[in-house]
Each structure stands twice: as structure tokens, then as C-alpha cells.
């Protein structure tokens, strides 16, 4: 048998988009092993901006954290004059990882491995032995080892949020989110930002079915019943989904008062669970309008895989890290306002357990990418049906529409030329 | 301290993991006083001194409502665990409580069968022996690690 | 260096069968990464029956249970009015699982991801908010989710045991079983199955390992000392070999009475074991001849992963369900019959102690396939020796012979078109 | 009940373990009385009220078939286990026996050096204090799991 | 989009060595999916020699061991007149694993499978039930399975080391290694070894890591620590490297004589830690120049994965053994010598608090591989730095170079045709 | 023996576990004499007969030693251990010590979050009373694996 032909053959009939545009996906997208590394290079490395940690999370001078740009290690530092810095967590040499550490202080960074120093910036500012020892060995004097990284990157803080990129090309991130989604981002992050702490999960399923999970505001009130049965969120409370103007980003919100439908009991949904009854510790629930517009409900996505969130009084920035085909760490950072007294801080950790891995009105979404990931094992040549709220990805009022994870697609094969 | 107040905390402990692993959730509030306090957090939050808990309530009704809410209202594939401790350390506290501190391997094992080593860590208590039998008026559930497998929906 | 040309030759070398026809098998045909997927589609959602429950499993109307075809996930009802049904465990909308547990109690079927309902026979019944909310969002009239699956089965069910394909094509079960091997499925199958329980076994190597075990006649003696120690099975025993027409299927029995041959003794095996002495207990071998022809033990296998199995009175099915390339789901479902006394049901426990993992006459099994798996890491263009019994694919009365195992690769050739 | 009691419980336990954890095989059967019952099932086959052991055996002589076959029939790769108890739960049963639960991890550790965590479960004894030291009268154990790793050769 | 386009790109891409020659690794040399089984292929079953083991390893006639050819099983045996043997731990008939134990007695080697028997060159001596029973079934007389191996391999014993190939036209082991390797191989087994004992090491890298490592003399007295402060190994120390003609096979030795040198404190190295202080218990470090000539360091290595140790009186071998593209098992056997009194022995086991998985100054080494393996995860296009002591790959005196290094290359680019 | 001595063994063990678990090595010595001897090993070593140690102190000088090593020498990713003990089994020594058999599994969680069963084994102790708490005299660590993941920093 000619195998090549074979192969060939198997991927051409793969690999095609459907002619149906953004409603159909088709589900080889989750599980071809040759599209995860593409992805990491024409999305993650490509023309985005990744969302790197919170300014707070470098509180003084002289600090690091690491983080990833896709599965790409990455450290982030401020140096002694407070400027912010972004570069690979390679060493020039031979590529080992230059801080082992989540976070710390740092004068200067000195690869374990041969001692080679760096600075903040990540430039290379010493070599050890480079002139050799009593003139034997050492570099050629010609020899650039600066020239071999580790890669800047390119840095913006937006609102106390630190972004990162690789791309020359991609607009400054202000543009890149566009005024609707920069303006709801500003709008959460009011004040300095106090961390709270933080967690993370790993999901059993590839990255984009997360990303399509948060985009889903039509999965919200039926997955999570405790959102629906405790009206935190149900899709006929107003609000409403916003798109930027390519797909990329998304807002879905609501108000925090309701309209006392009665449309999940009506259709008889078994989120609504009318006889659930009332919790015997409501405090759980309590909340305040700290932004004073009644909006209860704000989860704000940034392409590729950052997420902005407020649920009443708890504020969290999520990172979607892919750790390979079926795998994705989800990491939660959990924050509140310089100036929050003791009872605010409080309010926001009692609601924290709406949240992460145990959340109330979360725990669902790690599994449900799963749910789908093992789901369509046998289908790699069939697709999704994405078609609530037309083939469109307009901003619309009625949140009982697909058009933002619509959005994620149309984006997603702007990036990967698919 | 005297042995008979030493096995009465390591039978509350072997009480309220066979209680979990038996899947009696609705058991579980019991184990602790009215006003008792249930945490979950991570090492990492705690060197940090940061407060965020991954599960937090400050009275058995809070908890009681978390198990109404994982019968009723969640959704999680059908999974057990299996808790095996470490050696338990006990004082007299100050506040004439028990003050006990013990280490713990909790094995999760799916419906399909899929078994995983899914969490460590240490149990903080703050036990009152009032009453028939000693119960948590504090447990804290600090975790070794900063990342969970999917979800935690039974508690530890 | 080219690398294409590289990648191409290596597998021209790889893909070619050997000359030899059925007799030698290539090793890359277990560890070769591009093949697994292939051998899901044309084997497993292919021209095959796949058994895929008891029909005892789904005991009353409304019930369901979960099973595979290959890797693909299924679902078995039995409706409100007794009818058995199986379909893809895959939700039309976005792909998530239907049915999160083993077995259970249904009336319909609820997506927990969106709550799109379905009933038992896997058709699409209700699309939550498919209309919108007061007027908005919702899906397009002439939207068809319908249209994209669950794809549904094709059943039917035989002597108790429900099999199902993806295949219009393939031929009615009993025709594709054959005359020989469907009467004796009935043999086994004489009355209403009783559960008795199940487990499972995660073996460590590929599923075809597996299977060539099952059907190598040669291999029971002589691997299970325990068999011929005790004269459970011997070669030299009166039994036979039936295949049927293209190899597909097979039988291995033998009767329980023993010519009391010597010629395991004779030959110097290790398995004959001479002075092992008697059994404390022998209660363990304790049987009845409930099928009334003397024969104790048949094996019988059908193509591609079902196995039916009698040793005495210890009756169960295999369902082996590749999990990828190199591990292997063996699951078991032990039974006996409605109307078997206490007594009855206690001898058939205590024959359990020869089969599953623990099973004194089953226990190599599992390992055999991963010693084989780790023995050709370095072999693979190399290939294994089938000639026992010669070269052909006939029924035969001795079962010093791989006639059965030649028989696997007849049909895995036919199907993979190798 | 009384300490002392309990501790030979406790003691019985880590015998058993350490007996088989070490490969002492041979003493194991005589942690059971002559017609002491000794059967490996999973949670999955209790809840559902089925009867199918993975192991079962209706005396020591069955034990002591099984040992010997073990000894000198089948063919395992070399490996041991390690066993670590939760905390035992025992009570003096109607039947004059102590009735305890026991939970346990066991790590299967190959020969070839790969260790995984290979089994979880329960213990359900009955215990006869008769004698020199006390005797499993019943031993079941109830695996958390449906699946097994290639093959369970040597007891739990 | 044309996909196979799109691969053919990629890899052409991927697959170009730089330009720089010796000097620049492109990084996707550790984490190519194909690579992986190329490298088995033409170098560890290609023209090259592996260590299988210690002669004193088979120290009576009628024992075996198991050993690896990169990830191909052997077994070495030791017939009954004493002769060494090595062959594939693969059976003739289907493949399966011949050998089941690390070591072991043996008069022959029966395959656990159907038993047919192996004497202990390999040579397949029986056949179960080859005639068959009874006249029915068996093997047909002319079928020779013997000739389907395992493959036997070419077997040398140089200085009490077993080494073997499975390459016909390799030179024999003496001018493989060369007279300088061959000299200092001679030096360290100056008599016949007594075994002490042996363990392994999972590392988190791709194998060749760990060979840059071992042939890394820049590295040693900066990543570990303890060796500069105790000045165990400093570059500043009389010493040298020493690479065989084609850069194949190396040694790094130093003089235990020190020069009392400043240099690393003067450089400020982090491994120079002046107030470290003493130890308290400085018998860890007592020594005896039992080889005479001051050398108190030497690491030597063969191309491909072979090492041999000794650091004062410490003496190993250490088989580096590939487990998948980043995983690779480090497997140490240390040894004294024949005649060593107890004294010496526990000198020598005193000594062994400095190597293996715990050890004071090689601990760092494994997770070397791993911090490397991690930092270039987004780097595949990128190249690491190898210009220490210039381009070439001569012997020289100097330690702060990676010669050594660049001849691994030089003869991996050779085997690879890369 | 009284249940004393015994508490005070399993006392001792925990204390031990505890102070590794939480990383206060500098704590470590002190659980031993003077001339207390720590080794670990391997079971295959220790049935060929073979003496290599993985890790080998004949004094506490020498674990102060180790750990100063581990504070300001050495290199290794931040990790921490999580101990659970098997039963413990106790005897009086020919030599007036206590002899104690434990078995352990070691879970270890790594700074990034990964969890991995890690080490698993026994503890043979030869331990001393005198004073105000036991010591060991010697504790011998023989895991049962040959094989170790990347590194064996932190003392076990
Ligand atoms: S790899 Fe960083 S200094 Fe060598
Ligand atoms: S995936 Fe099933 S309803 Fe949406
Ligand atoms: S595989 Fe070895 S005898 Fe059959
Ligand atoms: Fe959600
Ligand atoms: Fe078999
Ligand atoms: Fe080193």
C-alpha cells in the first residue's frame, strides 16, 4: 500500500474548515497533534498580546515573577528604577531556565548552570570565565553570545494589568482591545489592586475549550445551577454581550437586579430548580455596588487566553496556559483595592467560594472541557454546532447567543491562516 | 497529655474521613460546633500571608448549604476519595482547646476507575471537647500544592 | 539533508507487509502512532460489530449504560417500551458526553453543558432557549442541529448479547458470525443471563496484543501452568479449533475429560510441573456439566474486541477497548443464569478465583501483552513467527496451532486494506 | 473499648501488612482462622449488590492453594507492595467479634523501579480474640476502584 | 489551506543545522518526535559501542543481566565455560521479553510465553511441541523460526567492562576508544572490581542533555557548589581534557593539588562562597591517591552513553539509558576493587555521599537536564551557545571550554548524517 | 511492651515527619545521638548484600553537615515532602534499645503545583530513651524502589 498517499489523504479531509464559516467547528481543531505547536508560534509567539500578571504582583523594585507566553516560560521583572521588563526564561548559553522561582527579589539573575548574569532587562551582562583562566580557555573575543537572547518582549501596562507580546506588529494594547473592552477593563480595575491570593487547575481538555467556555454566555444559567437557582445570573436578567470589532475580545454582563421572570421555570430547566429552597446562610451571597452601576456580572475576555472578571464583590484575573493537546492550567489570581477595610476583604473572601477549582457557580467548567475532549474521540471529522444568536459576532443585547465564542473562531483562523 | 484524650481526636479524625470517603457528606457538617469555621487554602497562599481560601465558611450552615449544593445544584462526575493521615500532633492550646496538627494523602478515584494521588497536606484544628464528643471549632485544610486536578468538590 | 525524503523512506520500510502472508507479522504494526487512529475508523467505526453490553444490563425500560465502540464513547438505552437503542455519547451542540455515569435510570436524556434534551433512541428533542428569551438571540428557524448527531447505531441483539456498528454495509450479526460460531454463542447463552459483576484490567500494550492471546490456542498450556497442572486444559485434551470463513472469528474447546496424556511430561515443560501435588482445597475446581456435552472450557472471539467465555461454570464476556497505542482496557462482565440455585451461583464464585486479574488461569494474559510490547522496542522492522499449524486459516482439531491468530491478521488485513 | 484491645487490632494490622508488604506470603494465611474468609471486590460491585470477587477464598487451605500457586505456577514480574492504614474504626460486633474498618493505599513498586499508587480501599474484618494472638475470622476487601493495573498477584 | 505545504515548511525549518558548524545546537534537537526513533536506530543500534555492564556483574558461570542498547533490551549472559554473551531480550516466536529479572541464574532461557528455549549465546535450542501431538498440528519442518532471532551482538570485554554492538563493521572496542581513552579506561580498572552496589535516576531531559553535561568541564565547578568551596574540582586546578580523535569520547581530569588559586572569588562566583566555612565532619572528604599519580578527578565518557567516574576513591560506571524524547534513566554501578579491606571499602562508601541522586556535587546534574529541557520550550528555532574555548574539538589543558561538548556533536552529526 | 514506650516511638516519628514536611531541616540532627548513624539505601542493595548508600552519616556532625550543604550549596528546585507512616512495629532490642519497623510513603509537591508519589519504603530504627526524648541511634532508610526522580535533596 502506498502510505504516503494515505496520509495525505486522511489530512486533506482533516484539515478543511467547514463551508458553514463560524458555525460549525469542526473537532479535529481539539485533538490534532501537529496543530499545537503551529498554535504556539502563529498565536501564543504570533501577533497577540498575553496578559502576564498584575502590576501588584511586583510590588517593589528589584522583583521577578515568572509567567508564559503559551507554554512558553517567561519572567517578568521591575527593576531598580520600577520600570516593568518581560523576557524569555531561557538562558543565552545553553537554554536553561534562568529563574526557578514563581516570584522573588532580585538584584541581577544568574543562570544556575554556568553562572552566566543578567539584568532586569534580561541583557547579558556577564559571562563567567569568559577571558578564560590564567589566558587558557575562555570566548573568542568575536563570540556574541548576547546576540542568542533570551528574547525581549515587548511590554504595556494597561490598568495596572502587565501584557506582554513578541510581535513587532500588533498594535499597542490599548488598540488591541479596542475602546468598549478597555473601557471595561478600566472600569474593574478602579484603585490599585490588592492581591488577595491564588490557585490553579488543571483541565483535562485543550486550551480553546476553555476560551470557548468563557465566551459562552449561553452555557452560564444552565450549567451552573447555582448561579440560575440564586439568580446571580440568569440569561433573562438585563445585560448583555459585547464583541470587539474583529472577535477577539468579549464582555458579558448583567445587572444585578431582576426581572423576576419566570422563563427557566416556564421552561421547565432543571437549573432553575424552583423547590431548591433558600440557603440557610445568606450571608454567602452578600454583596455591595462598589462600582455603583448595578452591574453584578462582569466576565471580560481578552484574546488568546486572558480572563477579567468580576462576580459581585470577587475579582479574579485568569491565565489559560496550554500544557499540551488535552491539557490547560488555569491559574486564578484573586484581588481586591488598596484601601479595602477588613469587612470589604471579607465580603470578597466569602464570595471567593463562587469561585476556582470548589466555586459554586465554577467548579463545572473545569470538567465540562473535559465533558467535550472526550466527548468527540470518535468524531474528528465532524463539528460543533455554534448557531445561537444567528452566524453572527455582533455585540447584541440577548445573551442567549454563541456569537462571542463565533468571535474566538473568527479570530482564532485570522491568526492560524485556517 | 493523657491517651484517652489523644484517641478521642484520632477517632474524630478517622470518624470524619471515613465519613467523606463513605461519601456521607451529609454527615460532615456535624463534625464541627455551630459556629465552626472550615478553610481551605494553599501553602502557598499561607507563606505568602494572603487570605484567599479555596473554600471558606464560618458556620455549620455554611456547610450544610455546600452539601445541599453538591447534591442538588453542582455538577461533577461520580468520584470517591481515600484519606490516609499522617501521624497527628496534639497540644493543650492556650485557649483550652485541642490544638492538633496532622498530615494527610487523599488518593481520588474516578467512577471509570482512573486512581490519581489528588491532594496533600495538613489538617490546623482547633478541637472543643464539650459535649458527647469532641468537634472542630476551627479546621484548616492547608494544601502542599497550588494547583488542583479539574475541580475539588467533596471537601478534605 | 532532506528530512522529507528521510520520513518517507522510513515508512515505505515501515508500511510493507512481509512477503510471507499470514505467517509473519510486523512488529511497527504495535507501536506505529499513525495507525492507531486509522484502525479506530476502518476497524472499530467500520465494517465490524462491536458487542457492546448484556441485554441483562439494561434490566427494565428507562435504563441506559455506557460502553464503546473502539474509543468512541456510546450510550445503550432501553426505551419506555423495552427496545434497545446505542448512539454516540456525544451531545449534537458542541460535542460534550451525554451520560457521566456507568449505568443508570433515564426517561430522557439532558446534556448537563446547555440542556439540550434527547430520548432514549438518541434523537434531538428539545434545544434549550432555542426560540430566545422575550424575542431574543435563540437559534435560526431553519437551523438543523438534529442533523449533526448523535450518530446512531445500528443494533441488534443475539442470544442476550447486544452488538452494535457504524456500518450500513456489514452484513446482520448472525451472517457476520457464522453459522458455527452463532451456535455456539447459543450454547453458552442457553437462558437469561444473571449479573454477577464486573471489573476491569488496564493492560500494557496494544489492543491486538490482546487479542492475537485470545485466539493463540498454543499459548494456554503453556503460559498457564495452573491450567495444565490441574488438566484444565491441556493440548493434549480432546478439543478443537474453529475459525470461520475469513478468519474473523474463532472457538478454542476442549473436554473435560482427560486421555490422562503424558506428553507435557514427556516434552520436559516447565507448565507439566509433575510433582506440584494436590490442592488443599480442591473445592476450587468443583463444576457441574451444565451444558451436557462435556466440553469445559471454550474461548470464542469475535472481531474485532469481543470475547465469550466458558472454563466450567464461570461464564463471561471481554470487552477489549483500546485506550491508546500501547494500553488496553480489558473489561469483564461475569454471569450465570436466571434460576441458577445458591448453590449454583456459590461454584461459580469460587471458579471466579481462575479468571480477571487475579484469576489463576488469567493473570499472565494481562501481562503478556506489555512483555511483548517492551520485547520488540528495538525490533521494529522486524516481525513475529506464526507458523504453528502451518500457514492457513482452517478449523482444525489441534490446537497446537496459531491457525486463529492467522486468522486475526486475514481480517485486520482485509479491513486496514494492509 | 479498651485500649489494650484496640492496640492488638492496630497490631494485627501491621503484622498483616508488613508480612506482605515484605513477601513473606507463606505467613499469610495464618492471619486467618481455619475457616476464615478472605474475598477482594470493588465499591462498584457492592453498590450494586453483585457477588463477583476478584479473589475469594472459604478457608487457610484455600490460602495456603493460593500462596503455592503463587509460589510455584503463575508467572507475575518481580514487585512489592507498601501499604499505608488510615485510622481503624472497630466495635465489638453482636456476633462476640470485634467488627473493624480499616482504610488503605497501597504502592505497587516493579522490580524495574516504576511505583505507582496500585490500589485503594477498605478493610471490613471480623476479628476472634481466641488464642494467642487475635485471627481474621473474615477479611474483605473493598477496592475504590473497578480497574486494575495489568494484574493483582500478590494479596492485599 | 494545503496542509502538507504547510508541514514540508516546518520541518525543512526545523531541520537545518546552522551554519556555525560546532558551535550553535538548534534547539529542536531535543524535542523533535522523530528524531527520537531515528536516533535508536543509527546510533545506539548503528555503528557504535554500549556499555552493557561490569564483567563482575556475571561473576560465575550460567548468570545473566539485562542491559539496554538505547532503548532496545538485552540480556548479557555468561555461559557455562565463562563466555559473555549478549543478545536481544526478544523471543523468535512473537516477540516477548525472554528475560524478566534484572540478574539471575541460568542453565538455558525459556520464554515464559510458550516456552520455546534459548540457550545462553542466544541460540534458539527448542520449540514446544514442535512436531506437534499426537502427529497433528506443530511447526512445518522447514520453517526455521531460529533465524528470527533475537539478534545476537558483537560482544568485547575491555579492563572488566562488557561492551557491545550490534554493528558489524564498527572497529573492535580498543581503537574505538582510542589509545588515550583506552590508556585511562586501564588506569581506573587497575584490578578486578568488587561491585558495592547500584541505583538509577529518572531525568526530566532528552538524553543528549545529559551527555553535553557529563562532557561539559565549564559547568562542573559552577553549577556545583560544593565542589568549588571544598576545592574538590576547580578550573583554576592543574588538570585537562582530553577528546578522542573525532570527538567521540572524552576525559576530564584534574590534580588533587591545589594552587591555592583566588580566581573564582576574584570573579565573584556564586560556587566560590568564601565564608562557607568548614565542615564539621571533614572525614566526608578523606581520600587516598590509590591510583598514584595525583589525578583526583577523572569523568570519562564514550560516544554514545557510557561514563566512567572516579572522584577520589569514588568509583562508578553510569549507563545512560534514553526512555522516551525527555525522559532518560541514569543508571549508576559503583565498585571497589577485589582485596579492598574494610577500611577502604568505607572510604569508598563515605564517599559515595557525593554522587548519585543525593549527591553533595552531582544532584544539580540531573535536574540540569531538566531546567534545559523546560527553558527551550519556545525556542525550537532558536540555538544554544557552544564557543567556549573557540570551535574546536581538540584536547587541551584547559577546562573552561566546551571542546568536549562540540565533540559530542561533531560525532553525533557524523552517526546522524545530520 | 507499655504503651508509653510505644507512644513515645510513634511520638518521635512524628516529630521527625513533621519537621521535614515542614521544611526545618536545621531541626533534623537533634533526632539523633551524637553518634547516630542515618542511611539511605535501596532494597535490591540491601537483598544482593550490597553496602552503597544513597545518602550515609555516621555522626550528627555529618547531617549538620547535609544540611548546610542543602541550605547554601546545592541547587534544587523548591519542593516539599508530605510523610505518611505505616503501622509502626515495635521490639526491646538485645542491645536495651527499641528496635522500630515503619513503612512510609512520601508524596513530594513541587513549587510549580506537581504532586508525585515519590518515595516509599522503610524506616529500621535502633533508638535510645535516655534523656528527656528518645533519639535514634540509627535509622536506616530502605526505599523500596532502585529508582529515583531527578533528585534526592531533602532527607527522607
Ligand atoms: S546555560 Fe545558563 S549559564 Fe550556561
Ligand atoms: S454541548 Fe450539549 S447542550 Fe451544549
Ligand atoms: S513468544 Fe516466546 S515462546 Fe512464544
Ligand atoms: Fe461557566
Ligand atoms: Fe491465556
Ligand atoms: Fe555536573
Request: proline content about 4%; charged content about 25%; hydrophobic content about 40%.
Amino acid at each position: 500500500m502506498n502510505i504516503h498517499e494515505r496520509t495525505t489523504h486522511e489530512r486533506t479531509i482533516q484539515r478543511s474548515w467547514p463551508s458553514d464559516g463560524l458555525t460549525r467547528i469542526p473537532y479535529w481543531i481539539y485533538s490534532d497533534r501537529d496543530l499545537y505547536e503551529e498554535e504556539q508560534a502563529k498565536i501564543f509567539r504570533g501577533d497577540t498580546w498575553t496578559f502576564l500578571c498584575l502590576e501588584a504582583e511586583l510590588p517593589r523594585p528589584n522583583t521577578f515573577r515568572t509567567a508564559n507566553l503559551g507554554d512558553m516560560p517567561i519572567v517578568v521583572t521591575r527593576d531598580k528604577d520600577g520600570a516593568i521588563h518581560a523576557f524569555e526564561n531561557r538562558c543565552a548559553h545553553r537554554g536553561s531556565l534562568l529563574c526557578l522561582k514563581e516570584r522573588g527579589e532580585a538584584r541581577e539573575i544568574v543562570c544556575v548552570y554556568h553562572n552566566w548574569t543578567y539584568d532586569l532587562e534580561g541583557k547579558l551582562t556577564g559571562v563567567a570565565f569568559r577571558r578564560g583562566i590564567a589566558g587558557k580557555g575562555g570566548m573568542p573575543a568575536d563570540c556574541r553570545p548576547d546576540s542568542h537572547g533570551p528574547r525581549r518582549l515587548r511590554v504595556e501596562i494597561f490598568a495596572g494589568l502587565v501584557f506582554g507580546t513578541m510581535s513587532e506588529r500588533v498594535a499597542p494594547i490599548e488598540p488591541y482591545l479596542g475602546p468598549e473592552i478597555a473601557a471595561k477593563v478600566r472600569r474593574v480595575m478602579k484603585a490599585p489592586a490588592k492581591l488577595l491570593g491564588g490557585y490553579s487547575q488543571m483541565l483535562p481538555g485543550n486550551w480553546k475549550l476553555y476560551m470557548e467556555n468563557v465566551k459562552d454566555s449561553y452555557h452560564a444559567s444552565l450549567l451552573h445551577m447555582f448561579f440560575t437557582t440564586f439568580r446571580l445570573n440568569r440569561l433573562s436578567q438585563k445585560g448583555g454581550l459585547v464583541i470587539s470589532e474583529h472577535g477577539d475580545h468579549h464582555i458579558s454582563y448583567s445587572y444585578t437586579a431582576d426581572v423576576a421572570g419566570k422563563e427557566y421555570e416556564q421552561a421547565g430547566m432543571r437549573s432553575a430548580n424552583a423547590d431548591y429552597g433558600k440557603l440557610e446562610a445568606p450571608e454567602l451571597l452578600e454583596s455591595v455596588d462598589e462600582f455603583g452601576d448595578g452591574v453584578g456580572l462582569q466576565i471580560l475576555s481578552v484574546f488568546p487566553g486572558f480572563v477579567l472578571q468580576q462576580i459581585r464583590n470577587c475579582l479574579a484575573v485568569r491565565r489559560v496556559v496550554p500544557q499540551g493537546l488535552d491539557r490547560t492550567e488555569l491559574a486564578w489570581t484573586c484581588f481586591g483595592f488598596e484601601g479595602d477595610d477588613e469587612e470589604m476583604t471579607e465580603l470578597r473572601l466569602r464570595q471567593s467560594n463562587l469561585i476556582g477549582p470548589s466555586g459554586l457557580i465554577s467548579m463545572e467548567d473545569g470538567a465540562a472541557t473535559g465533558f467535550v475532549q472526550r466527548g468527540i474521540r470518535g468524531a474528528t471529522d465532524w463539528e460543533s454546532v455554534v448557531e445561537m444568536g444567528g452566524n453572527g459576532t455582533a455585540s447584541e443585547e440577548s445573551r442567549v447567543s454563541e456569537a462571542a465564542v463565533r468571535g474566538f473562531w473568527k479570530s482564532y483562523r485570522r491568526h492560524m491562516k485556517l | 497529655m493523657d491517651i484517652e484524650r489523644r484517641l478521642a481526636v484520632l477517632d474524630l479524625n478517622a470518624r470524619y474521613a471515613e465519613a467523606i470517603d463513605e461519601g456521607r457528606l451529609e454527615e460532615w457538617p456535624d463534625f464541627f460546633t455551630d459556629d465552626g469555621r472550615y478553610r481551605i487554602t494553599t501553602a502557598e497562599n499561607v507563606e505568602q500571608g494572603l487570605p484567599l481560601p479555596i473554600v471558606y465558611a464560618t458556620s455549620r450552615a455554611m456547610l450544610r448549604d455546600r452539601v445541599k449544593a453538591l447534591r442538588e445544584a453542582n455538577i461533577y462526575e461520580a468520584q470517591r476519595y481515600r484519606h490516609v493521615l499522617g501521624p497527628a500532633r496534639i497540644e493543650l492550646g492556650a485557649d483550652g482547646m485541642l490544638h492538633a496538627r496532622t498530615g494527610f494523602m487523599v488518593a481520588r478515584i474516578m467512577h471509570t476507575g482512573e486512581t490519581a494521588l489528588f491532594a496533600t497536606g495538613t489538617y490546623r484544628d482547633r478541637i472543643v471537647e464539650a459535649g458527647d464528643a469532641p468537634r472542630f471549632a476551627e479546621r484548616t485544610v492547608i494544601l502542599d500544592s497550588r494547583q488542583i486536578d479539574t475541580l475539588l468538590a467533596i471537601p478534605l
